[in-house]
């Protein structure tokens, strides 16, 4: 009964954890039409850590995220009772992000009643992706505990020995997948979409290969490196009507989003962004810029109303410029359950990691005692 009740106690804190991910995500959703990514199949996409040997993985290092998470598994179940009451928390926070992300969740199901996860969640490993801190975390908590309640030497070596073995083999193999990597992006012949992972309907650049993006990665002018690997995909980009993810979809958002891009200055300011641009006549303007429902816009020092939004199909908006300079802002407002559960969210992962380290060690001195 104890243990399912730190289970479920896991799983809302996890929740919790998550609110300031989740909340947003999920107003952005219920208040507007996006245009969704490209649909994926939930269950090949599920998270494949729990299977001790398979192919095709992001990096060879992968393997040992596997082994560190049986570790935690076996220490979990044969060491339960020895453990500290914020280990046994943590871990089944850890617990519940890997078994969700992979393929014992009921992915298949779950598509079926709500498919527009396809789209919008794509690939359920990406929930394991974020227990992996937490996963590796409470290894190394479930046995140090077990070492500090035995006083055993022995333990504690095979410990730092088992440690070390792990961390040598992550390193000895994510190196060696580092440098094929290196190996292919400094190839002549590599296209620059080929070498950033994407589809060459994603990239807007006037370099044609991978090679070519080394020197902006050596100029204080980030902007460059930032405009060169841009990616033109309308994803989540809102919409007035819910439209299909087609090729006509990618061209006509490079043509009124990424082209027109570099025709205004852009600057980050507190809680939004500034478009800045010279006109020559006073008229409707298109530019580069969506507005969600919650989105602000003030545009020459006024708040622009929704009557003076003219919305195209493919998300960009039109306003009427004046002679001369404009400055258009662009903020958004998050809801007031949306601003709560940020806060509640960032209090709690303060209080995990402040009166974390704090419950483990008291934890070891009631164990030693």
Not at 93 to 105: E, Q, R
Not at 115 to 139: C, D, E, H, K, N
Not at 153 to 159: R, T
Not at 279 to 286: D, L, N, S, Y
Request: proline share 4%.
């Amino acid at each position: 009964m104890n243990g399912l009740l730190n289970f479920f106690a896991g799983v809302l804190l996890a929740l919790l954890l998550s609110l300031n991910t989740l909340l947003p995500l999920l107003e952005v959703y219920r208040g507007n039409t996006l245009i969704s990514p490209v649909a994926m199949d939930l269950v090949p996409n599920a998270s494949l850590i729990l299977q001790p040997i398979y192919n095709g993985v992001a990096s060879n290092s992968d393997i040992v995220l596997t082994m560190i998470a049986y570790a935690m598994l076996t220490g979990l179940i044969v060491f339960w009772t020895r453990l500290g009451a914020f280990t046994k928390l943590f871990s089944c926070v850890a617990l519940v992000y890997i078994l969700i992300g992979t393929g014992l969740f009921p992915w298949d199901s779950i598509q079926k009643s709500m498919p527009y996860l396809q789209s919008f969640l794509q690939m359920p490993r990406r929930i394991s992706l974020v227990g992996t801190p937490f996963m590796m975390l409470a290894t190394v908590m479930i046995y140090q505990d077990v070492a500090a309640s035995q006083k055993s030497a022995a333990l504690h070596k095979g410990i730092v020995i088992a440690g070390t073995f792990l961390s040598l083999l992550s390193l000895l193999l994510c190196t060696q997948k580092v440098a094929q990597n290196v190996h292919y992006t400094i190839i002549d012949t590599t296209p620059l979409a080929a070498g950033l992972q994407t589809a060459d309907d994603n990239v807007h650049s006037n370099l044609k290969y991978i090679k070519q993006l080394q020197p902006a990665f050596h100029t204080r002018h980030i902007n460059q490196l930032i405009e060169q690997v841009d990616r033109t995909t309308p994803d989540y980009i809102p919409v007035t009507q819910k439209i299909e993810t087609h090729s006509n979809v990618y061209r006509a958002y490079r043509r009124n989003f990424s082209v027109q891009q570099s025709k205004f200055k852009h600057q980050v300011i507190h809680n939004g962004i500034q478009l800045t641009w010279n006109a020559k006549h006073t008229k409707m303007r298109a530019l580069p810029v969506v507005a969600y429902r919650r989105t602000v816009l003030t545009l020459n020092g006024h708040r622009v109303t929704s009557e003076q939004i003219k919305h195209h199909w493919i998300g960009n908006l039109s306003l009427k410029q004046r002679r001369g300079k404009n400055v258009l802002t662009v903020r958004y407002e998050a809801s007031r359950v949306t601003t709560l559960g940020t806060k509640l969210a960032l209090i709690a992962w303060v209080g995990v990691l402040v009166a974390g380290p704090l419950l483990v060690k008291r934890a070891r001195r009631f164990l030693v005692a």
